[in-house]
């Protein structure tokens, strides 16, 4: 089983930077894949990056790509996501989760463990 515990959102401005952070626990963390999702009010989750296990393959969604970056620090269990020149349609609340495998995919159903979700509110 893992646990993912989610932390460093909060109220910024458009054009602002951020860092989420992703602790893991459990399963041991070099063996999957890393992914972040984002959900606003009334839209579906949607994909916006992930990390391969090693942390050599990334991939991000259009939408985020040149603005986003993902790594992953094995030796600590954790993933980050910075995001820059965040946007005001970034608004969402973002959820880091873990891969079935050593890949990663585009889809939810490709992730088998979830955070809690921490919430980005990016003022206009």
């Known amino acids: 089983q893992v646990q993912l515990v989610e932390s460093g959102g909060g109220l910024v401005q458009a054009g602002d930077s951020l860092r989420l952070s992703c602790a893991a626990s459990?399963?041991?963390?070099?063996?999957?894949?890393m992914g972040w999702f984002r959900q606003a009010p009334g839209k579906e989750r949607e994909f916006i990056g992930a990390?391969?296990?090693?942390?050599?393959?990334?991939r991000y969604a259009d939408s985020v790509k040149g603005r986003f970056t993902i790594s992953r620090d094995n030796a600590k269990n954790m993933v980050y996501l910075q995001m820059n020149s965040l946007k005001f349609e970034d608004t969402a609340v973002y959820y880091c989760?873990?891969?079935?495998?050593?890949?990663?995919?585009?889809?939810?159903?490709?992730?088998?463990?979830w955070g809690q979700g921490t919430q980005v509110t990016v003022s206009s």
């Open positions: 990390i391969g296990r090693s942390g050599d393959i990334t």
């Open positions: 459990g399963r041991t963390f070099s063996t999957y894949g």
């Open positions: 989760a873990g891969a079935r495998g050593p890949s990663f995919g585009l889809s939810t159903a490709d992730y088998a463990y």
